[in-house]
């Protein structure tokens, strides 16, 4: 699966409505073709997430010339994270475990331990908030493949 995702399309997927800056839209994220594609909303065509959704969250359309850092949403994150819990396609585990290493940079989630799985490294996490405990592949990716993944999550989410 890819993760070429587009940054928000500044367009209504339902009316075709250009969304204006400062202006609130929703969106959601779906799985066409073994690909994630972003679907943005106005206000007045968002009816909730659509059949199958993978996700969808809420923001404020910023100015063409905003060049502030992204600002992350944690929760967002999170869900993400746990939405993929128990997935086995590689792409996905590559994906969950770059979320996972994020939850830990935002302090979100404490590293725990490793352990060895029918030969499988997993790393151990608690949530800091609940305490839930998580485990996490950890598939041996290449600092190349890292920035990649990495740069698929922020994509994703529209944090680039």
């Known amino acids: 699966m890819e993760y070429q995702i587009q940054p928000n399309s500044r367009r209504c997927a339902v009316t075709g409505r250009e969304l204006q800056s400062g202006e609130r839209f929703y969106s959601a994220l779906l799985e066409e073709n073994h690909q994630f594609v972003r679907k943005d909303y106005c206000p007045e065509a968002w009816q909730g997430p659509p059949a199958g959704a993978f996700s969808f969250w809420t923001g404020r359309v910023s100015a063409v ?3 502030a850092k ?21 792409s996905r585990v590559n994906f969950r475990y770059v979320v996972a290493l ?7 989630f404490r590293y725990e ?10 790393m151990i996490l608690s949530c800091l908030r609940t305490g839930e405990k998580h485990h996490v592949i950890n598939p041996q990716l290449s600092d190349e493949e890292m920035a990649q993944v990495q740069e698929e999550v922020f994509n994703v989410l529209g944090w680039k």
């Open 70 to 90: 992204p600002r992350f949403d944690d929760d967002l994150l999170e869900e993400c994270f746990t939405r993929l819990e128990g997935q086995t396609e590689q």
């Open 113 to 122: 331990s490793s352990v060895l799985e029918n030969g499988v490294e997993k």
């Open 65 to 67: 010339t905003d060049r």
């Open 102 to 108: 994020l939850l830990m940079r935002r302090r979100r």
